[in-house]
């Protein structure tokens, strides 16, 4: 067993050594804290370490983040192999983060690499390789991940942009620079994987754990929350892009009188106009604020107390963990009609879609779901818990080891 390595050049671990070396070693890399990355990092650590790999973790070790990340690994610290991705003066060792990976896998020998997102590091690859400029030796065929946008493999329409990561794409994939690639979305993985035949993709459910089966009032009675109000629920990072500007616009123009209220829980990130707008909610006893990091006890809490929650998602490609969340709450979700999380919501029939970007049309949405009967809101909750066995922990651990057992 390893200890945690408080160095940034951790001693060099011989993997043909039976004392050191577990059935298979692996570098998780996952430099990021905001968002759904520490959750992501104690969920791929553990899930590889429970299947028998030696682990390192190549991440955020500076002293703003280090904290973050040994609270969510907590009682794995002792497992593992820590390596910090970024030098003394705060940038990527080597220059950026690819050649950072190098110096990684350089110290710590492992048969694989694993990138919790390979976003961080696609674009400005995939443009390099199309020119010619290929990504560090060292890391060639070692290399899988999770590819959460993949615009260029799924955007119908012609761009330069799309172009050029295309090249760079099918350069790497026919000189095997990947294992395993994976992806989130079910509606494009086929076509995808015929389109680039020599790499090996694998569908990824994007998951939730925990107990999401709290009893409402009690959820509601935690939180400080009213008990006889129709509570909607904005979670995650509150910011234009998730669509907060229209919620606080639609709530804007619903009646005080109506039983709706708000629950905003995340870290806020808007403009001071907006800030005071849902403030103002607030004072006016329609709306509660939770502008923090909220722990995972709490975010439980904020889906069990909700009665629907939002996803009013502006542009947004890709999946959305909060969905998973209100699935496995058994919560009716609106969502803007765009790309994969508004096919999904239709689709599986998880809540109602309005048409995205649209305050006007997420208001009389959410009209319609407070006065939704309570057949047709039975008929959401069943959906709801059918959908989130799709996405539990246990399907992405076993989507997320097969391959590499195979």
């Known amino acids: 067993m390893h200890t945690i390595k408080k160095s940034m050049n951790p001693q060099k671990i011989n993997i043909h050594d039976p004392k050191n070396v577990k059935s298979q070693s692996i570098l998780i890399v996952d430099p990021q804290v905001d968002g759904h990355h520490l959750t992501w990092i104690r969920y791929v650590t553990t899930i590889f370490l429970n299947h028998n790999f030696h682990v390192t973790l190549m991440t955020d070790l500076r002293d703003q983040s280090r904290p973050l990340i040994e609270d969510a690994i907590a009682d794995k610290l002792n497992d593992i192999c820590l390596i910090s991705a970024f030098n003394e003066n705060g940038h990527y060792r080597g220059g950026n983060c690819l050649n950072s990976i190098s110096l990684a896998q350089k ?9 919790n997102e390979l976003d961080l590091v696609a674009s400005t690859c995939l443009r390099k390789t199309a020119i010619g400029f290929y990504p560090p030796k060292t ?4 290399v899988s991940g999770v590819y959460f946008r993949p615009r260029f493999l799924s955007e119908g329409k012609f761009s330069f942009s799309n172009m050029i990561k295309s090249i760079g794409f099918r350069k790497l994939c026919r000189n095997q620079w ?24 694998h569908l990824l459910p994007d998951p939730w754990d925990g107990d999401f ?38 709530m804007n123009t619903i009646p005080e009188s109506s039983p709706v209220f708000l629950l905003c829980a995340g870290k806020l990130s808007i403009d001071s106009g907006l800030r005071d707008q849902l403030e103002r909610l607030e004072k006016q006893n329609r709306a509660i604020i939770l502008d923090r990091y909220v722990s995972q006890q709490e975010e439980k809490l904020c889906f069990c107390a909700a009665d629907t929650v939002l996803l009013p998602y502006v542009d947004h490609f890709g999946s959305s963990g909060v969905l998973s969340r209100a699935a496995a709450s058994g919560k ?12 999904r919501v239709h ?10 970007n649209d305050s006007n049309h997420l208001r009389s949405t959410i009209n319609i779901m407070a006065s939704m009967d309570e057949r047709q809101r039975n008929e959401f909750h069943h959906n709801a818990l059918t959908f989130a066995q799709s996405c539990s922990l246990d399907a992405f651990e076993r989507a997320l080891v097969e391959p590499f057992n195979s």
């Open 107 to 115: 110290q710590t020998p492992s048969n694989h690499i694993f990138m």
């Open 139 to 142: 890391i060639k065929g070692a």
């Open 178 to 201: 990947f294992k395993n690639i994976f992806l989130m979305d079910e509606q494009r993985i086929d076509q995808i994987a015929r389109y680039f035949p020599t790499v090996a993709f």
């Open 213 to 250: 089966s709290i009893n409402q009032n009690d959820a509601r009675s935690a939180l400080n929350l009213p008990d006889n109000r129709f509570i909607l629920l904005q979670f995650g990072i509150g910011t234009r892009r998730k669509g907060l500007h229209l919620v606080i616009e639609a």
């Open 332 to 343: 009716p979700v609106i969502a803007s009609d765009y790309d994969l999380t508004g096919w």
């Open 347 to 356: 689709q599986y029939e998880l809540g109602l879609i309005f048409q995205s």
